[in-house]
């Protein structure tokens, strides 16, 4: 069994020396029964629930007491629980097994397509997107882009799967380092050209542009806020570099 440790939970796979843990179609002669015993073992646990899964968007909760390896006590393809001492699982082919741990608080999620197309939405500074202006996948780890990303998640299942709005926000995020603040918008690339446009490095104020092709890419500062924000209607336009160039001489 792979385990992986976490500060208040711990996530675990079986793997196929586990045991057989299908219920219908099992191919092999050991007994469910003492599968399950032994992952509950492996586990250091009292209890497993899994739900009974559709391919749907339903959560099992789990709040009563309970023991043993439980199967389809109800349907549902996440389940989550605070109990102490019980497991929360899933069984999954070809589906995503989707972890999550917060406080005292843990959830398995069964993520196949179906229930994805069903308006099962994701957001959080881990969390991944494919950005409209780009087509590139995206994931801005900060905290800044996991509010944004839950108030656009919120909306969309608000407004349904047809009147849904493409999540692409201004991506943006600052570090203080000592006296100086480090803070940048947009999501530039590594192949991206950097242009200083005023200040430098040595002096502890500066601007550059990020030159993407002959978009603007992005735009990074040392201690200079205001100037900042001045290109983000730019990059929410998808301003030329041309443009970002005359803004940062006017």
């Known amino acids: 069994m792979l385990r992986y440790e976490f500060d208040s939970f711990t996530v675990a796979f079986s793997e196929r020396g586990d045991g057989d843990l299908r219920v219908s ?3 092999a002669p050991e007994p469910l029964e003492q599968v399950q ?3 509950l073992d492996l586990l250091g646990v009292d209890a497993v629930a899994v739900p009974r899964q559709v391919h749907g968007t339903a959560v099992m909760t789990v709040s009563g007491p309970l023991r043993g390896y439980t199967v389809g006590a109800r349907e549902g393809d996440a389940v989550v629980t605070s109990l102490p001492r019980v497991a929360v699982a899933v069984h999954v082919g ?7 741990g917060a406080g005292d608080r843990v959830a398995m999620i069964h993520g196949g397509w179906r229930g994805l197309a ?10 991944n997107w494919v950005r409209p202006r780009t087509g590139r996948p995206a994931r801005v780890e900060h905290w800044t882009n996991a509010a944004e990303g839950g108030a656009a998640s919120a909306r969309n299942l608000v407004a349904g799967s047809a009147h849904a709005v493409p999540y692409d926000p201004v991506p943006f995020f600052w570090s203080d380092q000592y006296s100086t603040k480090i803070q940048m918008i947009g999501l530039p690339s590594a192949e ?6 005023s200040g430098s490095g040595s002096e502890g104020k500066m601007v550059a542009l990020y030159r993407s092709g002959d978009r603007l890419g992005g735009v990074i500062t040392l201690s200079q806020p205001a100037k900042l924000m001045g290109y983000r209607p730019l990059l929410a ?3 030329s570099f041309d443009e970002a160039l005359a803004h940062s001489r006017g």
């Open 25 to 27: 179609k099992r191919a």
């Open 37 to 39: 015993a032994r992952v």
């Open 94 to 100: 070809d589906c995503l097994p989707i972890a999550v």
């Open 118 to 127: 069903d308006g099962v939405v994701a957001a959080g500074d881990v969390a």
């Open 192 to 197: 991206d050209e950097v242009v200083v446009v």
């Open 237 to 239: 336009a998808g301003a």
